[in-house]
């Protein structure tokens, strides 16, 4: 009788031991910072995301389990924060929480929809940062979920409707002729600087008082058969829509014979695109603080390929407020 009391007992201590290791797990707060944008990389306001994760710790047949809710809504620069509860690893960093089932978003007067499964604090940051943006005829609810690798690769795209954003990183210095020369490169950086896919601004003051010569740069690497040569550009003038030749600056290839064969060739491409002063002063004075607007830009090549971009009014008016005499 005795024994068969211990056995029970054994068992119940058994059965209980991991409840009680599980309560009184370390936890640490996590945050994830989300910036919304619709097809027209516009930012959505307004709009309700939440979702359910689970943390593990421990060994496989028997982890220490925590799950976590967590909800947000966005401004109107489509940025949300959520708070998340996690297990604490060893080295006092989060142990990645996993969604337990699709998160969901609302659109402002809207149905909830369900989305992606979400997935955070894989390699331990405190902070993760996360790109969402609606596409037309995607699987998971028409949100597409993308990790952004750092505060300041999420800055560029959450902060990109603001001047003052491009105003603090304006470049300022002098040309070869000692005319004074600024750009906004440095409000665009590159996740992997080897692999540019980058379009900026310049202007240089002119040799009449008040004249600048104003250029968009643009510095492209992709992967193809043969170099596809952007020649052409076209977008909105003054006057409507206008095509212009594009000016090559420079151009590269990094192509090792198994990459020629498979067709697996890294090509690079630097171009430039002069823009009239008036039509640059015009899309300067298109911008409003907190009111997102951007003029479209389209490359071409002889072959038909075409690439878009967007510069924000907010770039625009940036530049011409440093560089105004």
């Known amino acids: 009788m005795n024994f068969r009391f211990f056995?029970?007992?054994?068992?119940l201590l058994a059965l209980t031991a991991p409840a009680r290791a599980q309560t009184a797990a370390p936890l640490v707060q996590g945050?994830?910072?989300f910036l919304f944008l619709d097809a027209e990389e516009l930012p959505m306001a307004g709009l309700k995301l939440w979702g359910r994760c689970e943390s593990r710790l421990g060994s496989f047949w028997n982890p220490t389990k925590h799950r976590s809710d967590w909800s947000c809504t966005t401004s109107s620069d489509g940025l949300c924060e959520a708070s998340i509860d996690t297990l604490a690893a060893p080295d006092g960093t989060p142990v990645q929480c996993r969604g337990t089932e699709r998160s969901s978003v609302q659109e402002a007067g809207g149905p909830a929809q369900q989305i992606s499964y979400h997935a955070f604090f894989a390699k331990g940051a405190v902070d993760n940062y996360a790109l969402v943006q609606k596409r037309s005829g995607w699987k998971d609810g028409q949100y597409l979920f993308r990790a952004v690798a750092s505060a300041e690769l999420f800055d560029a795209l959450a902060l990109r409707y603001r001047?003052?954003?491009?105003?603090?990183?304006l470049g300022e210095h002098r040309g070869p002729d000692g005319a004074a020369v600024w750009d906004t490169r440095g409000a665009h950086p590159q996740e992997n600087p080897d692999e540019q896919n980058l379009v900026y601004l310049r202007a240089r003051a002119g040799a009449a008082p008040g004249k600048l010569q104003v250029q968009v740069v643009i510095a492209l690497t992709y992967v193809d058969?043969?170099?596809?040569?952007?020649d052409k550009a076209r977008f909105e003038g003054l006057d409507g829509e206008q095509s212009v030749a594009l000016t090559k600056v420079s151009s590269g290839n990094t192509c090792g014979v198994r990459d020629l064969l498979s067709g697996q060739c890294q090509y690079r491409e630097e171009l430039q695109l002069d823009l009239p002063q008036d039509l640059a002063q015009a899309l300067a004075a298109r911008y409003r603080e907190g009111v997102p607007g951007n003029w479209r830009l389209q490359l071409g090549t002889p072959r038909g390929q075409l690439l878009d971009f967007v510069i924000a009014h907010a770039e625009?008016?940036?530049?011409l407020a440093a560089a105004r005499p």
Not at 7 to 11: E, F, V
Not at 225 to 230: D, L, Q
Request: charged share 15%; glycine share 8%; aromatic share 16%.
């Open 7 to 11: 056995l029970c007992a054994a068992a």
């Open 225 to 230: 058969e043969v170099m596809r040569g952007y």
């Open 316 to 319: 625009f008016a940036a530049l």
């Open 31 to 33: 945050k994830i910072h």
């Open 163 to 169: 001047a003052g954003y491009y105003a603090a990183r």
